[in-house]
């Protein structure tokens, strides 16, 4: 076992399980989007490597864009606070547009980046994510592809991160409980910020 699964309390799903999963969502979306015009729009740094995988499975001429927003900082808990990163968003008028994000959790960084997309005029605009808590969520979004569902656990591996570390443990897995410096709690007041660095 390597030092990083020893961080685990449990294996979640392992590569394969994921790279499996990943078929399945492939062929969903290639089906739903033949001949139309995609732009995918991945979120940075936690879809990095489910994007890889996924778009690769993909066979359509999409295009991608990827944007980058903080919601955690580092800790376990959002802190309900949203950041874009660039100045510029992703041409998206007139474009079917795919989000792609590690995790649905509180919802708070996924309606912020849908609510944001959706003023510049893109014909549609989907979420898709590789994992979803299911619990209730701050902001009223939902996914529309789903590669897994889960309960309200704290994961990290397969580029989830508990400050910024375990991104690159190939598995899903759930962190032990000592080893989150501060307990998963949920976060109250919501406050959406721009190209604000806190
Ligand atoms: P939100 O609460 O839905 O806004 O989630 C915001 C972000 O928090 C996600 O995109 C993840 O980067 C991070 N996050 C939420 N839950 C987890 C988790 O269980 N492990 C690692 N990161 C998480
Ligand atoms: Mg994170």
Redesign the pocket.
Known sequence: MTPMQEDLDRVLFDEPTILRRLDELARDITAEYEGRELTVIA?LN?SFIFMADLLRRIPLPLKLDCLSVA??YGEAA?TGEVVFKQIALPDVAGRHILIL??????????AAIRDKLKTERPLSVKICVLLRKLKPRLRPVEADHVGFNIGDE???GYG???MERYRNLPCIGVLREDKLAQAHRPCSGLTIGEGKVI
């Open positions: 979120v936690g919601s955690y959002t994000d590690d995790i649905l959790d509180s919802g708070v960084t996924l704290f994961v990290v989830l991160d508990y």
